[in-house]
């Protein structure tokens, strides 16, 4: 027997959502009532926990000439875009329709950075036109295009080439981006003649250098061994003659899934800004990009329990959420807390333990596995940390429309995105004659 009294009311890493009454709510709104409302699967956001996360950066880069660029991949819905850009924000983005969505929510192109390992010519094109800050080059053939696009477009394109430094940021492989052998950047080795090219190119303008090892990040460590890494190329690019103007760490700080312990991004940065002083560098321009870490345990989503399904071997709980709508565990076996909507005190019946699957027909459509949870057809489940890397990768696969989003501030709720229907999905195609 578990008793829910004994369980805290507030969940790890999600201060925002909390029991009260054995109901768990999203700031001052009971998700259940959301749930009837709008149905599931149904994202809800916390605007507070938004901002908590946002605010320890900012406490962090406190008296520093410092621009947060939130990385939009991780949840790119406009309602967010809309909160970060109102809070400060400028956005990494990593395609052109990214730079679509920043613009449609009037949040301003001059704080707006480009990474990507494959931007084409049309975006190359498309965000000059719209004026942003800088180009987060990946290689050397990106600087050769870059250059001809802007002489063309009669502009100067303002770049910063993305290195790769060369250190284990400890994650899991298809997060970690700064080993040798990752598609991105360029090595640390090759990056003093890349700036070269570029400073020689006169559709480029040099602005900054940065670099972006991985996501989920739980430890200083690596950041550390990053950072002296790009200052020692600084100094060396510098030493030839190459001012640089920024210094862009990247993001990639991870968040709390399941007790995980990183450190708070006040006293992480607290410590690079240190070895930043120390080697004279403290007072450049800074530019960081985190993304998970502003917006990850701001998310939860809230689904159904469809059918139970005892067996021999696996009892499986299909829920109405699949890896349409929650891909991390099906591409990185990824872990989400579950949890129910509704605990019933010192009355809680007896868990099983439960496999708990979506309707999608692929056996890789799991949302998690040996959960323990007391559960029946109807009731209301939470999967937790789904705030970044849900959403914005969530696809229509079964001809699943994608899941309806809501913004809760305090008391009150806002349909950020409506529910996909049918015609939805089928707009973009047509009927052969
Ligand atoms: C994905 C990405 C980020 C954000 O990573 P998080 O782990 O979500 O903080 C930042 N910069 C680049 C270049 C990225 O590709």
């Known amino acids: 027997m578990t008793t829910s009294l004994a369980l805290p009311a507030t ?7 909390a029991y009260r009454d054995g109901e768990l709510f999203a700031e001052n709104v009971r998700l259940a009532d959301l749930a009837r409302l709008h149905g599931t699967p149904l994202f809800v956001y916390s605007k507070a926990a938004m901002l ?31 909160v970060f850009a109102r809070a400060g924000c400028g956005f990494d983005i990593v395609s052109g329709g990214e730079l679509a969505r920043v613009l449609a929510t009037g ?28 180009f987060n080059v990946e290689s050397e053939g990106e600087l050769e295009v870059l250059n001809e696009v802007a002489l063309a477009a009669g502009k100067r394109a303002r ?26 950047g360029i090595a640390h080795e090759r990056a003093l003649d890349a700036y070269r090219r570029a400073a020689a190119l006169p559709g480029l303008q040099v602005a900054g250098i940065d670099c972006h090892i991985g996501s989920q990040i739980t430890e200083a460590t690596p950041y550390l061994d990053a950072l002296e890494r790009v200052l020692d190329l600084v ?24 007790g995980e312990t990183p450190p708070p991004a006040d006293a992480l940065w607290a ?56 891909p991390r565990p099906a591409m990185y076996q990824a872990f989400h807390q579950i949890v129910p909507l509704l605990r019933h005190g010192a009355h809680e019946p007896a868990p099983a333990l439960w496999d708990v699957v979506g309707p999608v027909c692929e056996s890789g459509d799991w949302i998690g596995r040996d959960r323990a949870l007391a559960t029946h057809p109807g009731d209301l489940l939470a999967v937790l940390s789904a705030g970044a890397y849900c959403m914005s990768m969530a696809s229509n696969y079964n001809a699943r429309g994608r899941a ?18 049918a015609e939805d999905q089928m707009r973009t195609e047509t009927l052969l004659p």
Do not use: W
Not at 67 to 81: E, F, R
Not at 109 to 115: E, K, L, P, Q
Not at 159 to 181: C, E, F, M, Q, W
Not at 409 to 414: I, K, L
């Open 271 to 326: 410590q690079l800004l240190a070895r930043l002083d120390a080697r004279g560098f403290g007072q450049r321009q800074l530019l960081i990009e985190p993304g998970r870490s502003l917006i990850g345990n701001a998310g939860v989503c809230v689904t159904q329990v469809l059918y139970l399904k005892p067996g021999e071997t696996r009892n499986f709980c299909i829920i109405d959420a699949a890896m349409n709508d929650l």
């Open 159 to 184: 770049v910063s080439i993305r290195v790769n430094p060369n250190v284990d940021a400890r994650t899991h492989p298809y997060i970690s981006t700064g080993l040798k052998g990752n598609k991105f």
């Open 107 to 134: 949040g301003a192109a001059s704080r707006v950075i480009f990474s990507g390992v494959g931007k084409t010519r049309a975006e190359m094109h498309q965000a000059l036109d719209a004026g942003i800050a800088c």
């Open 404 to 421: 309806a989003e809501v913004l809760v501030d305090g008391s009150d709720a806002t349909l950020i995105r409506r529910r996909e229907s």
């Open 235 to 258: 100094e060396a690019i510098e030493a030839a003659g190459i001012p640089i103007e920024h210094l862009d760490l990247g993001g990639g700080l991870g968040i709390d899934y399941n």
């Open 11 to 17: 969940l790890p890493g999600q201060p925002h959502f």
């Open 52 to 82: 908590a996360a946002l605010a320890a950066y900012q406490r962090g880069f406190a008296g520093r000439h410092a621009q947060i660029c939130y990385a939009m991949k991780a949840n790119s819905s406009l309602g967010v875009l809309q």
